[in-house]
């Protein structure tokens, strides 16, 4: 087989700067060791996210100058509508400024006091949403998902029976909703398997409890399905997209993501009156119904870029890049998650520095060392982002401490990509020299994006 190569050519680059070591350590004590306090241009290769970091198509970019401003009833807004709903097969549309704007209205609706949703993993600002509305966030990943070693096709799937116990202790009233995350973005953005989302949907369906796709990499899940689930090989990644949705009430997704977009999100439903809610809700906090917090071109970027992103070459390069990195670093030795997600690799921290425990943030160190080394980016997923602390003020982890090694869309080639995998593996030959962290502020919610550390 010959090489996958970039479906495209580049008709314009962007510099990036080259700082020194010395210039590294200045920044990184600077930034309290958090690379979210960072200066971007301090930042050789940026793997912080694949959200909202993608390069735009030449189509993607002319559709912004098409973009209709119109305050009600834009042009844009009806070519959007169109491309969400020909994937969706939803009856309302409403565009949002970003994926967490649709979790907070729908969180505002069914959420509070006394509710539960559960979820297969929550990602963080799904989670922060629940809980800020008084509802309780619970995951259910299956067994395997939560073995970081463990090679299996679908890690990224919801433990039904767990569900099923949850929704008979806890009453099917006191549950709204429950939402599936596909790809399973804190989980290892591993794929869930269409047996699995319409496994759920019968159980759902009989407790007559709404499924909602939180849908933000549709696209990279379709894909895994396409190549690894029997009986779909021959379908196209629209076929299978369209099938997953067909098992979905609702859906909130973040067009940073599978859109290919820099901004931009939506929440689509099915329900009239639930419809009617939101987008009273919507013109409080986004804007009117048909822009709803976007400018009418990037409602035009969206369309468009729904529209790439389900065209099988680039959905084999993406794939394929991203496994590309998982390969040389598990050839190298570095433990990952395996096998490698859909948007990013994910570094097994409890593997890769077993003596610095979870409450000295392992992940963290390994942030803070691949930006010193080599000026990237990455960020913890683990006790950083998920930890919380117990009645005793001793903190609880989540299972896994991971390093996530996101890779922006259509942005980085395969030499900068071989240059990330030359940094890890040369942290990970002098691990035993790395160090713990502690935390010295945070805030109440969503701490990571914030906090400040000191080295132990
Ligand atoms: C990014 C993301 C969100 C939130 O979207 P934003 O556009 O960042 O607000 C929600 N869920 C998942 C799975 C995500 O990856």
């Not at 970039?6 to 080259?18: H, T």
């Not at 700082?19 to 590294?24: F, I």
């Not at 119109?70 to 009856?91: C, D, H, L, N, P």
């Not at 890769?352 to 392992?362: A, D, K, R, T, V």
């Amino acid at each position: 087989m010959k090489t996958i190569i970039e479906p495209f050519k580049i008709k314009s680059v962007e510099p990036i700067r080259f700082t020194t070591q010395k210039e590294r350590t200045r920044i990184l004590k600077e930034a309290y060791y958090n690379p979210f306090l960072i200066r971007a241009e301090d930042v050789l290769i940026d793997l912080l996210t694949d959200s909202g970091t993608a390069a735009m198509s030449a189509k993607q970019w002319a559709g912004m100058m098409e973009g209709d401003e119109s305050y009600a009833g834009a042009r844009s807004f009806f070519r959007f509508e169109a491309a969400v709903k020909k994937i969706t097969g939803m009856k309302f549309i409403i565009p949002t400024h970003q994926g967490r704007a649709a979790e907070k209205i729908i969180f505002t609706l069914i959420g509070g006091k006394g509710k539960y949703i559960p979820n297969n993993t929550h990602f963080d600002t799904t989670r922060a949403n629940v809980e800020f509305s008084g509802a309780e966030a619970v995951d259910f990943p299956t067994e395997e998902g939560k073995q970081p070693e463990v090679i299996a096709p679908f890690k990224g799937d919801m433990d039904i029976p767990a569900l099923e116990n949850f929704i008979k202790k806890t009453g099917a009233k006191n549950i709204p909703a429950c939402f599936i995350t596909v790809t399973n973005n804190s989980g290892g953005g591993q794929p869930v398997s269409m047996k699995n989302i319409r496994d759920t949907k019968t159980l759902l369906r009989k407790y007559n409890i709404p499924l909602f796709l939180d849908a933000c990499r549709f696209a990279e899940n379709a894909f895994f399905i396409k190549k690894r689930e029997r009986g779909y090989a021959d379908k196209s990644p629209l076929q299978i997209a369209q099938e997953m949705f067909s098992y979905a009430d609702g859906v909130t997704m973040s067009a940073k993501k599978d859109a290919i977009v820099n901004m931009g999100g939506f929440l689509a439903l099915n329900d009239d009156t639930l419809a009617t809610n939101a987008r009273n809700l919507l013109i409080i906090t986004e804007g009117f119904p048909t822009y709803g917090g976007l400018s009418g071109r990037d409602l035009e970027a969206i369309a468009q870029g729904l529209e790439e992103v389900l065209d099988e070459h680039y959905l084999t390069y993406r794939l394929r890049s991203v496994e590309y990195l998982g390969n040389k670093l598990t050839d190298a030795g570095v433990p990952i998650l395996q096998p490698p997600g859909g948007h990013a690799i994910y570094i097994d921290a409890k593997n890769f520095l077993p003596h610095i425990p979870p409450n000295q943030y392992p992940g963290q160190a390994i942030v803070a060392e691949l930006y010193q080394a080599g000026g990237i980016r990455s960020v913890e997923i683990g006790s950083v982002m998920f930890g919380k602390y117990g009645k005793d003020g001793k903190l609880i982890s989540p299972p896994m401490e991971l390093v996530r090694l996101a890779i922006p869309r259509r942005v980085y080639t395969q030499s900068h990509i071989d240059y990330v995998s030359e940094v890890v593996i040369e942290v990970f030959q002098r691990r035993n020299t790395l160090k713990g962290y502690k935390i010295t502020y945070e805030a109440p919610q969503l701490r990571h994006f914030t906090a400040h550390f000191k080295m132990m």
